[in-house]
T-cell receptor, first 113, second 110 residues
């Protein structure tokens, strides 16, 4: 069983839609949860970072972590064509031991104008 | 934008050639990483370093080798490239909270 499961999509939505991206995981020791955004022909860049359970909001983006269900989500409100990218979830037990960062496969999102 | 650079960005090479993928960062980070990324697959860590003269293999077995003689430089070498090495190679460095990724090198071995 993979440590992290993520629906690869692809996902196409019209501009202005609310997008929900999700990951599940199996290791209850994960404490730090991240969402990376990767544009075509670029490296991933950190979008959201959450410690333990709860919600975190940053502009149009909201990250949710439900540790009891081992489920994390990223919501994008009022989606824009510039949001078109691959979104990768990542998680780890210890933020200082970044050699044990586990990634999902990524979900490719296209926002249609 | 992160100051981490990778060269070349694209490389097409024949089987048996020796290649070195370059990675440099100007952020003074001690920790650096090499990942392999294939379509539809998760990023796999192949090498990491916690500082000068420190290198470790990651969770994905790789025939490549790395060196860390200077803090800012973390090159990856394949002594004899094979078609199975065809992939996207991503270099990263990190501060205590975040990993910063380079743009990647797309390697094709014919």
């Amino acid at each position: 069983q993979k440590e992290v499961e993520q629906d690869p999509g692809p996902l196409s939505v019209p501009e202005g839609a609310i997008v929900s991206l999700n990951c599940t995981y199996s290791n209850s020791a994960f404490q730090y949860f991240m969402w990376y955004r990767q544009y075509s022909r670029k490296g991933p860049e950190l979008l959201m970072y959450t410690y333990s359970s709860g919600n975190k909001e940053d502009g149009r983006f909201t990250a949710q972590v439900d540790k009891s269900s081992k489920y994390i989500s990223l919501f994008i409100r009022d989606s824009q064509p510039s949001d078109s990218a691959t979104y990768l979830c990542a998680m780890t037990r210890s933020i200082t031991g970044a050699n044990n960062l586990f990634f999902g496969t990524g979900t490719r999102l296209t926002v249609i104008p | 934008e992160a100051d981490i650079y990778q060269t070349p960005r694209y490389l097409v090479i024949g089987t048996g050639k020796k290649i070195t993928l370059e990675c440099s960062q100007t952020m003074g980070h001690d920790k650096m990483y090499w990942y392999q990324q294939d379509p539809g697959m998760e990023l796999h860590l192949i090498h990491y370093s916690y500082g000068v003269n420190s290198t470790e293999k990651g969770d994905l077995s790789s025939e490549s080798t790395v060196s860390r003689i200077r803090t800012e430089h973390f090159p990856l070498t394949l002594e004899s490239a094979r078609p199975s090495h065809t992939s996207q190679y991503l270099c990263a460095s990190s501060d205590p909270r975040e990993q910063f990724f380079g743009p990647g090198t797309r390697l094709t071995v014919l």
